[in-house]
């Protein structure tokens, strides 16, 4: 195994990533930043400095478990003081499984400032995939606003509440395209090569495996390449049976492989299409993209592929429940559990303030292990939609088994239920189902549960009124966030925090702490 060094200044630059110029966080002046390549079992050092002057950081690694390491995950208030500006943190681990990786800012919203990449981890020499391609391509997902993240930040927190909307432009690699026409005062340049399409340029009859991220903040993404079909066949670093698909539902925080194959009339070019699902489209659909020969034809003479109906939420839990662990790479579940924690996902008022939080009340000093079934409609807006907020963290037996089911709700709107995308840190977990409505503890698990080869993932969706349920060991020592992924909703408190094994944790980098109370790592 190697040790890979990388030595990051992470900075504001004038960028202008959809042609409109703005401030946007580059590491070493580029967003998203490096990818870091590794191969499975290598020691992975970034020497993060933070170039930001007046602002504090961190990054996490996300999908990698950090065994060993819990300091090491980047999750500021959680498991390390923020890099304050001027300073720089070393975060030092083994990538301990190959697969398609990312990492992010963990800090207020700066990942939706552009602090963001990817992480590509190989197989050691010698050892190959179950599945064969000729390229390797990354293919990184985000949407994008023009107000500040501070702006957007100081709306979400206020009295009244300010919505985030939605974005202006969606970025493939870090390109979109906005109307510059509509830029009012901005500066903004459609001839600024910054902005130029993202173009995948394929060998005619070549396999092409795509490694998919989304890094999005709040939107649900489909993604599609025009005439080419996709063999999904890895996600989140775990191989999929492989199955095909016209076009991929991809939620925040998820990574897939999927394999395409170049086979269609070389002579002419194919849009590759990103559509926003899940909540109602207002951002113009299509990053101008598109699959090329190196002979560059003409542009494609059709429209862009529209993907699915936005509200089609048959269409993505349908998606969800073809996912499982391939052939001869199955990982078995423990068949019963310890503990099942149900979480109500509901959006509340707490102070006055628009928040979205996990359960509807509650008081205790110990967080709750379920909600008010008997009572609580999840196809309606909670009767009263006030909250309390706590800080209690889930504290796991260590060693012991843990299911989770999400159970979705209606939001504070009427007759609206958003999908979460819900990721883990420091663990995978086995998906063991998803179904529609209010989530029956008795039936469910029994008639809906895979324990044969469910997926392991580290971030699943749950979808509108529906449930997802997932289970996981408590076995890496640590404190660990689980949380929506979308940048506004994490922000408005949707996320708790597990603690499990911490007397084994060893003895504490001096680097992650110095920042009071605000940090739960305790040294024992
Ligand atoms: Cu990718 Cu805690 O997030
Ligand atoms: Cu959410």
């Given at each position: ?32 930043g490096?990818?870091?390549m ?22 996490h ?6 065994i ?8 500021e ?5 923020p890099?304050l500006?001027g ?11 190959p ?24 197989l ?17 997902l985000?949407?994008?606003?023009h107000k500040?993240t ?27 395209w ?13 001839t600024n090569p ?5 173009v ?6 070549k ?14 993404f489909?993604f ?18 492989p199955?095909v ?9 998820e990574?897939?492989?999927?394999l ?9 070019n ?5 559509n ?9 659909p ?5 699959t ?8 494609s ?5 529209a993907?699915?109906?936005w509200?089609d939420?048959e ?15 199955v990982y ?8 099942v ?7 509340n ?14 008081s ?17 807006q ?8 706590s ?6 037996k260590?060693?012991?088994t ?5 159970q979705?709700?209606?939001?504070m709107v ?10 883990l ?13 209010v ?9 809906k549960?895979n324990?044969v080869d ?6 699943v969706?749950?979808?509108p009124?529906g ?6 060991v ?8 689980f949380?929506?992924?979308i ?10 925090v ?10 504490l980098?001096a ?8 940090h739960?790592?305790?040294r024992?």
């Amino acid at each position: 195994a190697k040790v890979r060094r990388y030595r990051w200044e992470v900075t504001y630059e004038l960028q202008s990533p959809d042609c409109l110029e703005k401030l946007v966080i580059a590491i070493n002046g580029r967003t998203p930043g490096p990818t870091i390549m590794a191969q499975q079992g290598d020691t992975v050092i970034v020497e993060v400095k933070n170039g930001l002057l007046t602002e504090n950081t961190a990054i996490h690694w996300h999908g990698i478990r950090q065994i060993g390491t819990p300091w090491s995950d980047g999750t500021e208030g959680v498991t390390q003081c923020p890099i304050l500006p001027g300073e720089t943190f070393i975060y030092k681990f083994v990538v301990d499984r190959p697969g398609t990786y990312i990492y992010h800012a963990h800090y207020g919203m700066q990942r939706s400032a552009g602090l963001y990449g990817s992480i590509h981890v190989s197989l050691p020499d010698g050892i190959s995939e179950p599945f064969a391609y000729d390229y390797d391509r990354n293919i990184v997902l985000n949407d994008w606003w023009h107000k500040t993240t501070h702006e957007q930040a100081a709306g979400l927190s206020s009295i009244p509440f300010v919505w985030v909307k939605e974005p202006q432009s969606l970025l493939i690699n870090g390109r979109g395209w906005f109307n510059c026409s509509q830029a009012g005062t901005a500066v903004c340049n459609s001839t600024n090569p910054q902005c130029s399409p993202f173009v995948l340029t394929v060998v005619p009859g070549k396999t092409y495996r795509l490694r998919i991220s989304s890094l999005a903040s709040l939107s649900a993404f489909n993604f599609e390449i025009e005439g080419h079909n996709m063999t999904v066949v890895e996600t989140d670093g775990h191989y999929v049976e492989p199955f095909v698909v016209k076009n991929l539902n991809i939620y925040s925080g998820e990574t897939y492989s999927v394999l395409v194959v170049a086979d269609q009339e070389p002579s002419r070019n194919y849009w590759a299409a990103l559509n926003v699902v899940s909540r109602k489209p207002d951002t113009p659909p299509v990053s101008p993209s598109s699959t090329t020969t190196p002979t560059t034809p003409p542009p494609s003479p059709t429209a862009p592929p529209a993907g699915p109906l936005w509200n089609d939420t048959e269409y993505r839990l349908n998606q969800s429940l073809k996912i499982r662990a391939r052939r001869g790479y199955v990982y078995p579940p423990p068949t019963t559990t310890d503990r099942v924690i149900t979480l109500l996902n509901t959006q509340n008022r707490i102070d006055g303030h628009t928040r979205w939080a996990l359960h509807h009340t509650f008081s205790q000093s110990a967080p709750p292990e379920t909600y008010d079934r008997a009572n609580y409609d999840i196809f309606k807006q909670a009767a009263n939609p006030n909250a309390t907020y706590s800080d209690a963290v889930y504290r796991l037996k260590f060693n012991s088994t843990v299911d989770i089911i999400l159970q979705n709700a209606n939001s504070m709107v009427p007759n609206n239920s958003e999908t979460h995308p819900w990721h883990l840190h420091g663990h995978d977990f086995w998906v063991l189902g998803h179904g529609p409505g209010v989530f029956d503890p008795v039936n469910d698990p029994l008639r809906k549960y895979n324990l044969v080869d469910p997926i392991m993932k580290n971030t699943v969706a749950v979808h509108p009124y529906g449930w997802t349920a997932i289970r996981f060991v408590a076995d890496n020592p640590g404190v660990w966030a689980f949380h929506c992924h979308i940048e506004s909703h994490f922000f408005m408190g949707m996320g708790i925090v597990f603690e499990e094994g911490v007397e084994r944790v060893g003895r504490l980098p001096a680097a992650i702490m110095g920042c009071g109370d605000s940090h739960h790592l305790r040294r024992h």
